[in-house]
């Protein structure tokens, strides 16, 4: 089984691209994080921040382009995918990817400008 869950931050503003037949694809990049902690004897373990390259198709994709922004907070299951490529100077590169089966934004929603002036 290939599966993968992910809860983390949005590293940047999402890629979003447009490939023949109106396919939507978006990538972006999720921080996850291990918090640091002290072992028995006072050893201290830092926290560890992983980067994941994420790429979502079709509707998730759509969804990423109105509504994931720098920052937010992501729940992501997916699948592993590697892809082998050279780099403009011949050096053959491996990149590891998340692709996408599903997507839940977990950051707060924001207040509308007519939700924001309703409450006052």
């Given at each position: 089984?290939?599966?993968v869950?992910l809860?983390?931050?949005?590293?940047?503003?999402?890629?979003?691209?447009y490939?023949d037949?109106g396919?939507?694809v978006?990538?972006?990049?999720?921080a996850?994080?291990?918090r640091g902690?002290?072992?028995q004897?006072g050893?201290?373990?830092?926290e560890r921040?992983e980067?994941?390259?994420?790429?979502?198709?079709?509707?998730?994709?759509?969804?990423?382009?109105?509504?994931?922004?720098?920052?937010?907070?992501l729940?992501?299951?997916?699948?592993i995918?590697?892809r082998t490529y050279?780099?403009?100077?011949?050096?053959?590169r491996?990149?590891?990817?998340?692709?996408?089966?599903?997507?839940?934004?977990l950051?707060p929603?924001?207040?509308?400008?007519?939700?924001a002036?309703?409450?006052?």
């Amino acid at each position: 089984m290939n599966k993968v869950m992910l809860i983390g931050n949005v590293g940047k503003e999402p890629e979003v691209k447009y490939l023949d037949r109106g396919v939507c694809v978006a990538s972006l990049t999720l921080a996850t994080t291990e918090r640091g902690y002290t072992l028995q004897n006072g050893t201290e373990v830092p926290e560890r921040t992983e980067w994941h390259n994420i790429v979502l198709w079709r509707g998730l994709a759509e969804v990423v382009e109105k509504y994931v922004h720098t920052g937010d907070k992501l729940f992501i299951e997916g699948q592993i995918h590697t892809r082998t490529y050279e780099d403009r100077n011949g050096i053959r590169r491996t990149v590891t990817e998340i692709w996408a089966e599903s997507l839940e934004m977990l950051s707060p929603k924001a207040p509308s400008a007519d939700e924001a002036t309703a409450n006052k």
